[in-house]
């Protein structure tokens, strides 16, 4: 039997007071025991569908930008010149644990959820009718360029091109990303256009 408060709705509402929880929270070793709980209920779920490099290489990604943050954070300049932060290294620590806790929470509570899914639950929340309308359309367009990326990358490797640490991996990554952006431009404009001929107007309430 499914019970509707597990409904995708009620997910998204729970996950937006947790994440307001947890973004309270001061004390590391809290946070770090709450990390630990949150980590070993993904990875039993993970484990039945053996997806752990998918989820693995999205939470490397976040752990680089952790990365970046500890390091313009952990030090500052002082009067000796260069020395350490400690309230700097205080703040990264809560920061990286609670974004590690956020993603853990969005993996859990959104297990299952498909992007057709999502867009249903966020026509069910008790928010406006634009502002639901720019979500839905967030949402699914950021999955059309997800798909025009893979596209992209199988077209690269289909004519041998293979990701290393040079000035050509450098140069056909940013030609990647212009080329996103402008087929985001692009598809854009065509969603403003079929919004205004079906009456979609954003400076007016209906």
């Known amino acids: 039997m499914k019970l509707p408060f597990f409904s995708p709705h009620f997910r998204l509402i729970f996950l937006f007071f947790w994440g ?3 973004s309270t929270l001061q004390q590391p070793t809290l946070l770090i025991f709450l990390n630990m709980g949150l980590f070993f209920g993904l990875a039993w779920l993970i ?3 053996r997806k752990w ?3 693995v290489k999205r939470w490397g990604i976040l752990q680089l930008f952790n990365l970046f943050m500890w390091l313009t954070m952990s030090w500052r300049l002082g009067e000796s010149g260069i020395e350490w932060n400690t309230q700097g290294i205080h703040t990264a620590l809560l920061i990286s644990l609670r974004m590690n806790a956020l993603l853990f929470s969005v993996w859990l509570l959104l297990w299952k959820i498909s ?3 999502l867009v249903q639950a966020l026509a069910k929340l008790p ?6 309308s720019l979500l839905v ?4 367009y950021i999955a059309l360029l997800g798909e025009l990326q893979q596209k992209m ?5 289909a004519r041998g091109y293979q990701a290393k640490f040079n000035w050509r991996t450098m140069q056909y990554t940013s030609q990647q990303v212009a080329l996103l952006l402008i087929k985001a431009m692009a598809k854009a404009e065509m969603a403003e256009y079929a919004l205004k ?10």
């Open 115 to 117: 992007d057709s899914l």
């Open 47 to 49: 484990q039945s569908e």
């Open 197 to 206: 001929s079906r009456g979609f107007l954003a400076d007016k309430e209906k």
């Open 20 to 22: 307001l929880f947890i």
């Open 127 to 132: 928010l406006p009718r634009k502002l639901i």
């Open 137 to 140: 359309l967030t949402v699914r």
């Open 153 to 157: 990358d199988m077209a690269m490797r």
């Open 53 to 55: 490099r998918y989820y």
